[in-house]
């Protein structure tokens, strides 16, 4: 089945620094990619939808500034958390589609802890 | 808008009976219907689902769930539920011809041996 591929899934920053998160559709060409933020015990909230060559479309209330995605390719979209505070710490999940209608793949997760 | 409600915030079931685990959804039009596990500290992963034919859907791990179109549901089941089925379940659903998926807030399964 279809594979996605998450990186890194743990990591711990301090604050004030930027950190990046890759996510890699790894057997097929994922026109779009969508990255979630989830606290514990809680359901995914959706931060934002990238669209492979153009700007990614961002949830409400959620700073597109601090969280930079880019999708250059068909198979990489990357989450940078710019400035961390301690409040991003989280878990973030992507997920890769082939188009509309098609099933999503979900990413391994990757967890944020800020210092 | 979709929504996708899931009623239960917890099931538990004893190992080797049926489990059922709920799902109601709102869409415009015909949806995509959708389940998903999630182990502790895990992605999720694609259980099964719904697009069009047979409303009995079978997925992975022996689970199924059946689309009932007048009653807007997409229930989970399993004949025989498994301590390893412990797990965060989340339903949800896509409307055709749409980009974003809308999940429900999830049922924590616990089979108990």
């Known amino acids: 089945g279809a594979v996605v591929s998450q990186h890194p899934s743990r990591v711990i920053c301090k604050s004030g620094t930027s950190v990046k998160i890759e996510c890699r559709s790894l057997?097929?060409?994922?026109?779009?990619m969508f990255w979630y933020r989830q606290f514990p015990k809680q359901s995914l909230m959706l931060m934002a939808t990238?669209?492979?060559?153009?700007?990614?479309?961002?949830e409400q209330g959620v700073e597109k500034d601090k969280f930079l995605i880019n999708h250059a390719s068909l198979t990489l979209s990357t989450l940078t958390v710019t400035s961390a505070h301690p409040e991003d710490s989280s878990f973030y999940i992507c997920?890769?589609?082939?188009?509309?209608?098609?099933?999503?793949?979900f990413g391994e997760g990757s967890w944020l802890t800020v210092v | 808008a979709q929504s996708v409600a899931q009623p239960e915030d917890q099931v538990n079931v004893a190992e080797g009976n049926p489990l059922t685990v709920k799902c109601t959804y709102s869409?415009?039009?015909?949806?995509?219907l959708f389940w998903y596990v999630q182990y502790p500290n895990r992605g999720l992963q694609f259980l099964l689902k719904?697009?069009?034919?047979?409303?009995l859907v079978k997925g992975s791990y022996g689970f199924e769930a059946e689309f009932n179109k007048s009653q807007t549901s997409f229930h989970l089941k399993k004949p025989s539920a498994l301590v390893s089925d412990s797990a965060l379940y989340f339903c949800?659903?896509?409307?055709?011809?749409?980009?974003?998926?809308?999940f429900g807030p999830g049922t924590r399964l616990s089979v108990l041996p």
């Open positions: 997920s890769a589609s082939r188009g509309a209608g098609n099933t999503i793949y």
């Open positions: 057997d097929f060409q994922a026109t779009t």
């Open positions: 990238s669209n492979e060559g153009s700007k990614a479309t961002y």
């Open positions: 869409v415009s039009g015909n949806p995509y």
């Open positions: 719904y697009i069009t034919g047979d409303n």
């Open positions: 949800a659903v896509r409307d055709m011809g749409g980009q974003n998926f809308v």
